[in-house]
């Protein structure tokens, strides 16, 4: 049976006891602030033909360059185009009432140490986003009860791409448990105001969806559809084939998704395959780790690409 799930839970609660935070509306962090990031030295564009592969990684256990660390045989193409920081979290100030961007100890330490966790990998040309997951305490992206307040949590967003030299957000809402402290249930203008905002503070950068959750579902409010605001939607259930349900291009979508190590080589092969065959762009991976997965991924990549996937220590 395809496990339908993440296991989530473990990296919620492991968020809910870290001390380092966005402040609402601000940028605070432990000691001193840190400073914003250089431009990445802009690396040449991918020479391999086929879709676009992301790779989620839990940071929480394992190291961000190990995406790096796979190419493709005989042309030496990266294997992955998108390294997906896994995960920042939304919660929730019970004392002013509003949503801030935390981030547990882990998430800190790959962004405090961009220089030698995210910079390798985007002078590879590898796109490194943030994704930002619920965590238990009530907020999340359906549920901001104003457009000033959606704003203002874009704001935090937007500062944290800057100040670290990211290339995008990814949206996950798992986990929020609304009506937690008194929040309110999801509406259907939170997340239309909050992908709104966002997109106009950083017109050129990656804002992606984990399709999934009450904010997957409420992409329209008053006339405005953010549909086509998004570069990136993908399945969020690992092993099985389901096409986003939102209005974007093939060339966007991922209907396949792949855990690492989790799914059969067999399924993440025929998976791929049906990829390619029925035109689709994105192709979805979760849960790399730091061990030699070379024959996990060829399984993947034999199918996208035509080529072995090599590992590089």
């Known amino acids: 049976m395809f496990s339908l799930v993440r296991n989530r839970v473990r990296t919620a609660a492991l968020a809910l006891s870290a001390v380092a935070a966005l402040a609402f509306g601000t ?30 990684v839990e940071v929480n256990n394992n190291s961000m360059l190990n995406v790096g660390k ?52 985007q002078q590879k040309g590898i796109k490194v986003v943030l994704s930002v997951l619920g965590n238990h305490q009530g907020a999340g992206f359906a549920n901001f009860p104003s457009q000033q307040a959606a704003s203002a949590f874009a704001k935090q967003l937007s500062d944290t791409v800057a100040t670290y030299g990211l290339d995008g957000i990814d949206f996950d809402d798992e986990y929020a448990k609304y009506g937690t402290n008194g929040t309110g249930q999801p509406n259907d203008s939170s997340f239309v105001h909050l992908v709104s905002a966002l997109r106009a503070n950083m017109p050129d950068k990656i804002i992606s969806l984990y399709n999934i959750g009450p904010a997957a579902t409420r992409l329209s409010y008053g006339g405005v559809d953010i549909s086509s605001t998004f570069d990136y939607a993908w399945n969020p259930y690992y092993g099985s084939w389901q ?19 989790g ?33 996990d991924v060829s399984a993947f990549t034999r199918q996208l690409y035509g080529a072995d996937a090599v590992y590089t220590p």
């Open 27 to 56: 940028t605070a962090t432990t000691g001193a602030a840190a400073a914003p990031a250089p431009a990445p030295t802009p690396a040449p564009a991918p020479a391999k033909q086929g879709p676009t592969s992301v790779a989620y």
């Open 70 to 121: 796979y190419t493709l045989a005989g042309g030496g193409d990266n294997v992955f185009d998108v390294a997906v920081i896994f995960a920042a979290n939304i919660n929730y100030d019970t004392g002013t009432k509003a949503a801030y961007l935390h981030f547990n100890e882990n998430v800190r330490r790959v962004l405090d140490n961009a220089a030698t966790q995210i910079r390798p990998l």
């Open 243 to 261: 096409v986003p349900g939102i209005a974007l291009p093939k060339s966007k979508l991922s209907p396949a998704a792949v855990e690492i190590g």
């Open 263 to 295: 799914t059969a080589q067999s399924t993440a092969a025929d998976l791929a395959r049906r990829t390619v065959s029925e035109g689709y762009g994105v192709f979805l991976t979760y849960n790399l780790d730091g061990a030699n997965r070379s024959a």
